[in-house]
C-alpha cells in the first residue's frame, strides 16, 4: 500500500507566529513528502507494503525505520496544532498534568527544557507510560515512542533545525515555547484517553 501526503488540516499561515507559511511549506510540502515518497520506495514488493505506518515504525531498522518513522512523527505531529488560539487541557488530561508537574505553566517549562536539551535533532514527547503515568521525553532522529511497549505519545515538537530555523534561526527554545499558543489540546485529549 502507497502511502499518500495528506494536505495540511489548516492554511498555510493558519500557525502564524509560532510557524510560518514558509515553514510549514518546506516542512509539510518538502520534508513530509520525501520522507513518505522514500517509505514507499523501500516497501515497494516487501513484506512491509501491507503495513499500516505506525505497524512498519514498530518492526523496521535502518533507513526504512528512519523514513517511516518520520513520516509518522511528521503526521503526528501537524495534527497536533490547531489555528484556535491559546488553548488549554480540560478535565481528566489537566488533573494529570497537575499531578506529575505541579502546575500547567510547570510542564511546559519542563517540555520545552527537555527539548532544548536534546542534542542534534529529534523530538520532545509527552507520553502516556505503561503504568498510566505521564512523562516528557526526548528522543534523537527519528525515533518515537512506538516502539516502547505501553507508551502512548500525546504530543510532540519537532526540534530538527528544519522546523524551527527560517522563523527563529538559532533560537530552539523561543520556537518551541511559541508553539503553546497553537496547541490543538482536545486533539491530544483524544489521543489520551483512547483505551489501547
Ligand atoms: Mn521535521
Same mark, same amino acid.
Given at each position: 500500500m502507497a502511502f499518500e501526503l495528506l494536505p495540511l488540516p489548516y492554511e498555510g499561515d493558519?500557525?502564524? $507566529?509560532?510557524?510560518? %507559511?514558509?515553514?510549514?511549506?518546506?516542512?509539510?510540502?518538502?520534508?513530509?513528502?520525501?520522507?513518505? +515518497?522514500?517509505?514507499? +520506495?523501500?516497501?515497494?514488493?516487501?513484506?512491509f507494503a501491507t503495513m499500516t505506518l505506525s505497524e512498519i515504525v514498530k518492526e %523496521?531498522?535502518?533507513?526504512?525505520?528512519? +523514513?517511516?518513522?518520520?513520516?509518522?512523527?511528521?503526521?503526528?505531529?501537524?495534527e497536533s496544532f490547531s489555528p484556535q488560539r491559546g488553548q488549554e487541557p480540560q478535565g481528566e488530561l489537566m488533573e494529570e498534568i497537575k499531578k506529575s508537574w505541579g %502546575?500547567?505553566?510547570?510542564?511546559?517549562?519542563?517540555?520545552?527544557k527537555?527539548?532544548?536539551?536534546?542534542? $542534534?535533532?529529534?523530538?520532545?514527547?509527552?507520553?502516556k507510560d505503561s503504568? $498510566?503515568?505521564l512523562i516528557i521525553i526526548k528522543t534523537p532522529n527519528a525515533e518515537n515512542p512506538l516502539k516502547t511497549p505501553g507508551q502512548v505519545p500525546l504530543l510532540t515538537f519537532d526540534v530538527w533545525e528544519h522546523a524551527y530555523y527560517l522563523d527563529f534561526q538559532n533560537r530552539r527554545g523561543d520556537a518551541l515555547q511559541a508553539l503553546w499558543d497553537v496547541v490543538n489540546w482536545p486533539k491530544v485529549e483524544e489521543r489520551f484517553s483512547q483505551k489501547l
Open positions: 493558519a500557525l502564524k $507566529g509560532a510557524i510560518s %507559511s514558509n515553514t510549514l511549506f518546506y516542512h509539510h510540502d518538502k520534508h513530509l513528502a520525501a520522507y513518505i +515518497n522514500n517509505t514507499n +520506495n523501500l516497501i515497494k514488493d516487501t513484506r %523496521s531498522e535502518g533507513p526504512l525505520f528512519n +523514513n517511516a518513522a518520520q513520516a509518522w512523527n511528521h503526521i503526528f505531529y501537524f %502546575s500547567f505553566d510547570k510542564f511546559k517549562e519542563e517540555f520545552v527537555l527539548g532544548v536539551a536534546q542534542f $542534534g535533532s529529534g523530538w520532545v514527547w509527552l507520553v503504568d $498510566g503515568k
